[in-house]
């Protein structure tokens, strides 16, 4: 079925834009905010289409050429074809919708620190073919898209492209397709490379002779076997005047630009002189940066809690304390037994655990900063936590990740 002369009149968070139709929502993939189009019906669920864009009737106002010649292809970016003041508008509303939907509650605006349109990604990670070269995945496919470079990669990572695609040619060539991945991370100083396959002893032994020498940290993913083939298997970083060390699989913030401005709001929202605990703290980037000391960090990843220790060493803290725990571990007990003023949490995509939700709460906590990569569930959790008496008193948002519709959206709850 196909569906004539339909405005996009809003863009969801995945790429697709949003229109309306005899009363239904339509889901337009690879359509451009403002424009109006013909499309097909691709599914149709009980509230609203999906549809694939067919021609463009009338061109966006807000539409660009895209800068990357592999943007109508690869799914890396979204809306690299809308300039960026109109990305920054289109963010905004994302995420006053989710709050008005959720909490009830209407933004008239919202504060959005922009940041450098391109060049910003400390991390990228590739999918690598038979032949070793390097791709991204085709929006909404499987298909890999060969490139030869990542406007939104750092210089550094842009500079070594190649080389590295060397590295993973000679093995795949050599291996039969034995690297799947390379994540490739980039610090002012170094770049780590994690190569995930299915590497076995002799492939091992090869890499080991040829690449100990590496230029590159170098680590082999194999299921959930680490190896550590040149350098120190992780990377160092800065933020302000603390260094950290981040392994293989720790969460780091990916925008150079933008870590010192996510963190310094979360700062200005904390206040000083607080016990802080911090729910979901990795190898405590983010507790550091937000709080000087008196942390108690917990995070479900024992390599990540492990660095969080090493980092408070490298940092000189007196006062922490960092638990291997799912952050449903933590009860009122716990909380008021370690004095805890306030919480961070920086959880996953799902949000917090309601049970989460209700702990933070019985235990009387005055503040919460929440840092949010998904706008919708920190709506869902702003509920949840007015439900038992906060209510939310500051929000600012940072924008993490140009071309794409994904931001970092930092509230304050506190108690009523």
Not at 23 to 32: D, H
């Amino acid at each position: 079925m196909i569906i004539k002369d339909i405005k996009i009149i809003d863009i969801l968070q995945d790429g697709r834009g949003v229109a309306r139709t005899d009363g239904k929502i339509v889901f337009v993939e690879n359509a451009v905010y403002g424009e109006t189009l013909d499309a097909k019906i691709i599914a149709e669920k009980k509230n609203f289409l999906e549809a694939r864009k067919i021609n463009t009737k009338i061109k966006s106002d807000y539409q660009r050429k895209p800068p990357c010649p592999y943007f109508y292809e690869c799914g890396g970016c979204s809306i690299m074809d809308i300039n960026y003041e109109t990305q920054i508008d289109l963010k905004k509303n994302l995420i006053k919708n989710a709050i008005k939907k959720s909490a009830d509650i209407v933004l008239e605006d919202i504060e959005i620190i922009k940041s450098p349109e391109f060049r910003y990604r400390n991390k990228i990670r590739l999918q690598v073919d038979d032949a070793g070269g390097l791709n991204y995945l085709e929006t909404y496919s499987k298909k890999m898209v060969k490139i030869e470079d990542c406007l939104i990669a750092n210089k550094k990572i842009s500079k070594n492209l190649s080389k590295i695609e060397d590295i993973s040619r000679d093995i795949n060539q050599k291996f039969a397709s034995i690297i799947e991945e390379i994540s490739i991370r980039a610090s002012e100083n170094n770049i780590l490379l994690n190569l995930r396959g299915n590497f076995d002893n002799k492939s091992i032994a090869y890499i080991k002779e040829k690449y100990s020498n590496s230029n590159y940290n170098i680590n082999l993913l194999n299921g959930r076997d680490l190896i550590t083939i040149s350098g120190e298997g992780y990377i160092d970083y800065k933020i302000g005047q603390k260094e950290f060390k981040i392994s293989a699989n720790d969460f780091y913030q990916v925008n150079d630009y933008q870590i010192e401005n996510l963190y310094g709001i979360a700062r200005e929202f904390l206040g000083k002189n607080q016990k802080l605990l911090d729910l979901y703290c990795g190898s405590a980037t983010s507790s550091m940066s937000i709080n000087d000391d008196h942390i108690v960090g917990v995070e479900i990843n024992k390599n990540a809690i492990k660095d969080a220790k090493e980092n408070a060493e490298r940092n000189k803290l007196k006062d922490y304390k960092f638990i291997a725990k799912n952050a449903k571990f933590i009860d009122s007990n716990f909380i008021k037994k370690e004095k805890i003023d306030a919480v961070t949490v920086d959880p996953p995509r799902a949000g917090l655990d309601k049970e989460v939700v209700k702990t933070i709460a019985n235990a009387g906590i005055e503040k919460i900063v929440y840092i949010s990569c998904n706008p919708q569930t920190l709506a869902r959790d702003i509920k949840r936590f007015m439900d038992r008496g906060y209510e939310l008193e500051k929000i600012k948002a940072v924008d993490m990740f140009p071309q794409t519709m994904h931001v970092e959206t930092i509230a304050l709850i506190q108690k009523m």
